[in-house]
T-cell receptor, first 114, second 109 residues
C-alpha cells in the first residue's frame, strides 16, 4: 500500500545517455512534483504538474521533461545526461486546491552519471 | 525574491532540548511546514502551522510568528534516532512550497 513509489531506486549510466524515472501515487492527489537534491542536500523544485498546468522552474535545463500519462503518474525524462545531473531525484504529490499543501514524497532515485 | 533561512548544522546531547529556527521571506503565505529527512531517505512530514502560536505533537512542537516571518521547531527529550536533517518549507501565494536548505541535527550520547 505504498503511497508514492518511484523506479528505479538506483540508476547508474554514462554521460550522453537518455534515461527515465517513473513515479506513481495512489493517494488520489491531483498535483505531482519532481525535486532534485544534490550533494549539499538542498531540495530544489524542478516541476509541479496537475491536469491544469505545468509549472517549470526556469533554471531546469530543457533536457529534463515531465510526462504524465494520467493523474496518478508523472515520469521524468532526461536527455543527454551530464555529470552534473548526478543527484537524488524525489517525486512527491499533494492536493493543491486547499491551503494545506502537505506533500508526500517517494523514496527517491539516486542517479549517478559516469 | 523568496528566501528561507535556517542554520546549516546543530549539535545537541541525547535527552536534551534543541530549537531549530527558520526565517522566511515569501510572496504570500499559505502555511509553514517542517519535514524530517534521515540520511538516504525521503522527507517526511512533521508539522504544519498557518496561525500564530505553538503546535505541540508529542516530543515535537512548532511555533509560528507571521508578523516576524519566523518559525522554530522544538525537539524535547532528544533520542539518537532524531539525528536527521530538518527542512522548513513555506507555501507561497501559488501554493508552491519554498524549501529551506535544511538543518542537519547531530545528536551525541
Amino acid at each position: 500500500d505504498t503511497a508514492v513509489s518511484q523506479t528505479p531506486k538506483y540508476l547508474v549510466t554514462q554521460m550522453g545517455n537518455d534515461k527515465s524515472i517513473k513515479c506513481e501515487q495512489n493517494l488520489g492527489h491531483d498535483t505531482m512534483y519532481w525535486y532534485k537534491q544534490d550533494s549539499k542536500k538542498f531540495l530544489k523544485i524542478m516541476f509541479s504538474y496537475n491536469n491544469k498546468e505545468l509549472i517549470i522552474n526556469e533554471t531546469v535545463p530543457n533536457r529534463f521533461s515531465p510526462k504524465s500519462p494520467d493523474k496518478a503518474h508523472l515520469n521524468l525524462h532526461i536527455n543527454s545526461l551530464e555529470l552534473g545531473d548526478s543527484a537524488v531525484y524525489f517525486c512527491a504529490s499533494s492536493i493543491v486546491d486547499e491551503v494545506y499543501n502537505e506533500q508526500f514524497f517517494g523514496p527517491g532515485t539516486r542517479l549517478t552519471v559516469l | 525574491g523568496q528566501n528561507i533561512d535556517q542554520p546549516t548544522e546543530m549539535t545537541a546531547t541525547e535527552g536534551a532540548i534543541v530549537q531549530i529556527n527558520c526565517t522566511y521571506q515569501t510572496s504570500g503565505f499559505n502555511g509553514l511546514f517542517w519535514y524530517q529527512q534521515h540520511a538516504g531517505e525521503a522527507p517526511t512530514f512533521l508539522s504544519y502551522n498557518v496561525l500564530d502560536g505553538l503546535e505541540e505533537k508529542g516530543r515535537f512542537s512548532s511555533f509560528l510568528s507571521r508578523s516576524k516571518g519566523y518559525s522554530y521547531l522544538l525537539l524535547k527529550e532528544l533520542q539518537m534516532k532524531d539525528s536527521a536533517s530538518y527542512l522548513c518549507a513555506v507555501g507561497d501565494s501559488n501554493y508552491q512550497l519554498i524549501w529551506g536548505a535544511g538543518t542537519k541535527l547531530i545528536i551525541k550520547p
